[in-house]
């Protein structure tokens, strides 16, 4: 019923700069979404939170990804932004997009996950 669409991710060289997208999409409109965030997976290591944002701004932040990375939401658009400068080639992982969502009045809170997004940061 509803699905995290993600967008953004690429290559880059070290020192470079990516915008991240996610948007909430849903057969019918949505009543309400809580935390969005953004996690990361590389390659032989767990997933990892990068940066969260509560529905009233609160942000939290990854130590490494501090002063670098700038989560950022437009609730009109249900969407979830993350700004990555100063990229790193260890940043290079797939990115998730996660979010806590009410469909409707009457329903709980679920977790949904994006499919996904691949960031490579060249040396």
């Known amino acids: 019923q509803v699905q995290l669409v993600e967008s953004g991710g690429g290559l880059v060289e070290a020192g470079g700069s990516l915008r991240l997208s996610c948007s909430c999409v849903a057969s019918r409109r949505i009543f309400s979404i809580n935390t969005m965030g953004w996690y990361r997976q590389a390659p032989g290591k767990q997933r990892e939170l990068v940066a969260r944002?509560?529905?009233?701004?609160?942000?939290t932040y990854s130590d490494s990804m501090k002063g670098r990375f700038t989560i950022s939401r437009d609730n009109a658009k249900n969407t979830v932004y993350l700004q990555m400068n100063s990229l790193k080639p260890e940043d290079t992982a797939v990115y998730y997009c996660?979010?806590?969502?009410?469909?409707?009045?009457?329903?709980?809170?679920?977790?949904?996950w994006g499919q996904g997004t691949q960031v490579t940061v060249s040396s």
């Open positions: 944002i509560t529905g009233g701004g609160i942000t």
């Open positions: 996660n979010a806590d969502i009410r469909i409707y009045s009457g329903s709980p809170w679920s977790n949904y």
